[in-house]
């Protein structure tokens, strides 16, 4: 599904989670999530699912949390995005086998926001470019913010982790120049049934940090608006690192 729908699928996992009356969620927002995945064609009438089966990737280092949402998301016998009907079918889970380090590269499954929108402001559609300081910084500091926030590190912890710094791949940089293509572009976004318009950055990237911010970020996203799908990044070449393995809850 391209990315400029993705508030289709944030407001219908905003809508599975709030489902339970009684649940203890309403607020939670330490999870991310990729984009929807299968083949599509695109004809004058719309986009065109071809596939019976389309996947999305779902992470939250909660376990609890993620029980949760399975269970309220399969207690659904159908679930209409637009006018495409899904039907929860099967989970698995991915182990990554390797161990961080304080340099790794990843690449974006679903766009970087470095700004959060703001009524009236056309701010976070701003350009930056990746090879300015200005991109890191923002990147270090919506990280340190949602670490501390989570709740699973103390305001000292994520001061000691001051070393971070994102660097592109240059020549995928200028690769794209040449090609004419954009790494960089304006999506939509929903709060409170009101429309923002966000700048998201793909691209591949190397990241220089130690490997609490790596681990953490692989869980929970890169950058701002990850509960509504944005800032979902993989390490490069990691499907020969990963196990799937069949999930209970």
Known sequence: ???????????????????????????????????????????????????????????CFDKVFLDYFLNRLFSFPEITLGSLS??????????????????????????????????????????????????????????????????????????SFYKFQVSADRAYLEKISLEKKKFARIYPVYNQDIKYEVRGYTLPFTLFAVKEVEAFIYDSGLGNLTHKGFGMIDVAGATRLKEITPYSF
Request: aromatic share 12%; with cysteine.
């Open 86 to 159: 899904l039907t929860p079918d099967a989970v698995e889970l991915e182990t990554l086998n390797m161990e961080f380090t304080d340099s790794t590269k990843f690449v974006c499954i679903s766009p970087i926001v470095l700004k959060i929108p703001k009524f009236q402001s056309d701010d976070a559609k701003a350009f930056i470019h990746p090879n300015l300081d200005d991109f890191s910084d923002r990147l270090y500091e919506s990280t340190m913010e949602r670490m501390e926030k989570s709740g699973r590190y103390t305001s000292t912890e994520t001061a």
């Open 1 to 59: 599904m391209p990315f400029h729908h993705q508030h289709l699928l944030s407001q219908m996992i905003r809508g599975v989670i709030l489902s339970d009356s009684n649940n203890h969620y309403a607020d939670f927002e330490d999870y991310n999530f990729s984009g929807l995945k299968g083949q599509t064609k695109i004809s004058r009438k719309g986009l065109h699912f071809y596939s019976s089966r389309v996947t999305m990737v779902f992470a």
